[in-house]
């Protein structure tokens, strides 16, 4: 676009001037030509179509009639005179009220002439009515058909009230939109256009505003949704693209020993194809020279903790010490356990470093950290502070990335130079439209299949009244010799309900699971690290039967026996988190039960869930039936979703868009990595030129 131009104030525009141009601006920030370019209609009214009576969606807000009036009378609704007139069809009957302009109505208007009709339609159960419609004789109509589709325009009260309406809103834009043409420039190279069957960007501009047909209008977006689209992608390519130019990674071209071993002798069992598929990608990042950072997604229980391992080993047998970083304590001391246990015949020396370790221990550590001593460092943020210093770190796991930030990463970068490479394993996966736009500049890859054997957990979903029955079905369970857990949700409006919420419950499964027969173990965020263990071992050496708890143990924890999840008040968690806690059981061979309670009266959509749930076992399903139903915002937290704020573009609709952006911002730039060719010039001068991108010319300049 021609910036200069772009950026003058609105008030220049035809119809405009400068108090209108105020009011634009205080009311909707439209400020500047290109605002209102950019101002997109909000939805669109389509006066091509018109409806039977009977056959109006309850949903529909605007329709457009055909009918003929078969009475007019005035009369009184709670004192206020009104004007009914009754329109037929062959299908149905419709009320069309007036509230003032009795006389005009009463004198043009005729018994049994054809009318066309379009309003605002409200119901009244199954009444429909149409409150001041616009109405014109059949033959008036035709004569003078009405621009088929409209845009409509946000707007405020108060700019309706001084006269900015919705005509007024088409007229400027119309005015505008015919006289910039030649500053609406293509930012999209011939081959794209071509490629993918785009219009051009003025067109595109030009029908969103004033849509000349259906099919136009549909192909103006789905041009400015991939253009939106495809700079956000090339961002993420651009900025990959850098860092892997000026970053070298360590080489780990040697398979040495400890790999070889730990494969041949001491490997627990046959590692299922997606397992070896993911070491076999890790491995050819290792071998390339460059920094990986790279995203394992993999279902709970699908078995990254051995991909994890299996990969240190080769930076140990390449002379390098990897760390891996958990997000809770539990979870760091479950993987030290395990990584210990499975290391117990190799000569290679495991720490683990988190905020309970004592001060002499940490000194140890750190040291051992320096000398090279120590080869894998297991732990938690305690990890990242700057004191810990390793000798020569060459991998950083991240196990739950969701937990982290962009930020954690960047500290664990800064431990060597050139930095480690990267893993961050996560096992809530997330639908992989998601993934590209919030993890764009990392390389993806996924384990789907879960080790042989597993059962599928049985879930099913048990409203609070029926709760003694449940109890029952824990007391049988218990008896042969499962343990259960108990989950209670944070919510974290107020801690201090949550935490009595957790203690009314904790008391009640108390007094329903009595000692000596029972024993029941509580851990929640407030207590103590130190507590918390104990609890928590008590459990895990099977002392107690039951673990009360917030969803601390959401992530990770693996107790084999533990066969029954319950979940209290399931109806406020997502299906993400649900999920996750599911993963808690069916780690055994047991036939394993989650049960999801929740309270009597449901709202519409928390059944949904809930009996998506109940269906459903696939993570990657589940991960995108959430999508769908909560949005990116609640299920990532606001500061991951604001990443994904488009203009047009719905990242959970848009999927073939933004896989055909994303492929055509890799192999351009794969031919041509500065933009220097002549035919993406005009891409070039998008980012030279817009303010959206105008932070990536450094990589092209
Ligand atoms: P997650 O991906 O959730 O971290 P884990 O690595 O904790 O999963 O693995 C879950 C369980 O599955 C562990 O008990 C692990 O030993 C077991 N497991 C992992 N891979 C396999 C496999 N290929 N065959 C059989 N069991 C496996
Ligand atoms: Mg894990």
Redesign the pocket.
């Known amino acids: 676009m021609n910036s200069d131009f772009l950026n003058q104030s609105i008030e220049f525009i035809k119809g405009v001037g400068p108090a209108r141009s105020k009011l634009l601006s205080e009311e909707l920030n439209l400020k500047t030509i290109k605002d209102l370019v950019d101002f997109y209609p909000y939805r669109y009214i389509d006066r091509s179509r018109f409806y039977n009576i009977n056959e109006i969606p309850k949903n529909q807000s605007e329709v457009q009639i055909i009918g003929k009036i078969r009475s007019i009378r005035r009369t009184k609704v709670r004192y206020r005179d009104r004007l009914n007139c009754e329109l037929y069809d062959d299908t149905g009957k419709i009320d069309l009220i007036w509230y003032r302009g009795f006389n005009w109505v009463e004198e043009s208007l005729k018994i049994n002439e054809d009318y066309v009709v379009y309003g605002k339609i409200t119901w009244f159960g199954n009444k429909a009515s149409i409150a001041h419609p616009e109405i014109k004789t059949k033959s008036n109509f035709n004569r003078n058909i009405p621009r088929r589709l409209h845009g409509i325009y946000s707007s405020t009260e108060r700019l309706v009230n001084e006269g900015v309406t919705q005509k007024y809103f088409i007229k400027i834009i119309f005015n505008l939109l015919n006289s910039i043409q030649d500053n609406i420039k293509e930012n999209l190279s011939l081959s794209i256009l071509k490629e993918f069957n785009l219009v051009d960007r003025y067109k595109a501009i030009i029908n969103i505003h004033l849509p000349e047909s259906q099919e136009l209008l549909s192909e103006s977006i789905r041009r400015l949704k991939f253009e939106e689209l495809f700079f956000n992608q090339l961002g993420f390519q651009l900025t990959r693209n850098d860092r892997v130019q000026k970053l070298n990674g360590f080489k780990f071209e040697k398979v040495g020993n400890n790999l070889n071993e730990f494969y041949k002798n001491s490997l627990?069992?046959?590692?299922?194809g997606d397992?070896k598929k993911v070491i076999k990608e890790i491995r050819n990042d290792f071998r390339d020279g460059k920094q990986m950072n790279r995203l394992l997604q993999?279902?709970?229980?699908?078995?990254?903790?051995?991909?994890s391992l299996m990969v240190m080993l080769i930076a140990i047998d390449n002379g390098f010490q990897s760390c891996i970083l958990a997000p809770t304590e539990i979870l760091a001391n479950q993987h030290f356990k395990?990584l210990s246990e499975l290391l117990i015949n190799f000569d290679i020396k495991v720490n683990l470093l988190t905020g309970s370790t004592k001060t002499k221990d940490r000194k140890l550590i750190h040291n051992d950290l320096l000398s090279g001593e120590t080869n894998i460092l297991v732990g938690t943020h305690a990890i990242l502070e700057d004191i810990v210093q390793f000798r020569n770190l060459g991998l950083s796991i991240i196990?739950e990335q969701h937990r982290f930030g962009v930020a954690q990463r960047a500290k664990l970068w800064k431990k060597n130079n050139p930095p480690p490479h990267i893993l961050v394993?996560t096992?809530t996966p997330i639908p992989r439209t998601l993934a590209m736009s919030l993890y764009g500049d990392l390389d993806i890859s996924s384990?789907k299949e879960l080790?042989?054997?597993r059962i599928t957990t049985k879930t099913v979903h048990k409203y609070d009244k029926n709760r003694l029955n449940v109890f029952k079905f824990l007391k049988d369970q218990i008896k042969k010799g499962r343990q259960v857990y108990l989950v209670y949700p944070l919510i974290n409006e107020s801690e201090k309900l949550d935490y009595k919420d957790l203690m009314d419950g904790y008391e009640s499964v108390v007094r329903e699971f009595p000692r000596p027969d029972f024993q029941v173990s509580i851990v929640h965020g407030k207590m103590n690290a130190k507590d918390k263990d104990y609890e928590m071992k008590r459990f895990i050496e099977k002392e107690t039967q039951i673990l009360v708890s917030t969803t601390v143990i959401e992530v990770?924890v693996?107790v084999?026996n533990a066969s029954v999840m319950v979940i209290e008040s399931a109806e406020r968690f997502g299906l993400s988190q649900l999920h996750q806690l599911r993963?808690r059981v069916g780690?055994g061979n047991d036939e394993s039960y989650c049960i999801l309670m929740t309270k009597d009266k449901l709202s519409e959509d928390s059944k949904l869930r809930i009996e998506t749930m109940v269906k459903v076992s696939d993570g990657f399903k589940l991960a995108e039936v959430d999508l769908k139903l909560r949005g990116p915002g609640d299920m990532l937290g606001t500061r991951q979703s604001g990443m994904l704020k488009f203009k047009l573009a719905d990242i959970i609709y848009d999927t073939e868009i933004l896989n055909n952006a994303r492929n055509s911002a890799i192999n351009i730039l794969r031919d041509d990595p500065r933009l220097n060719n002549k035919e993406n010039l005009p891409i070039r001068t998008e980012i030279s030129s817009s303010s959206n991108s105008k932070n990536l010319w450094r990589y092209i300049s």
């Not at 627990?268 to 299922?272: A, I, K, R, V």
């Open positions: 627990p069992f046959e590692l299922t397992q993999g279902d709970v229980g699908s078995g990254k903790t051995i991909v395990s196990d394993m096992a384990i080790p042989p054997g990770g693996n084999p993963g780690r």
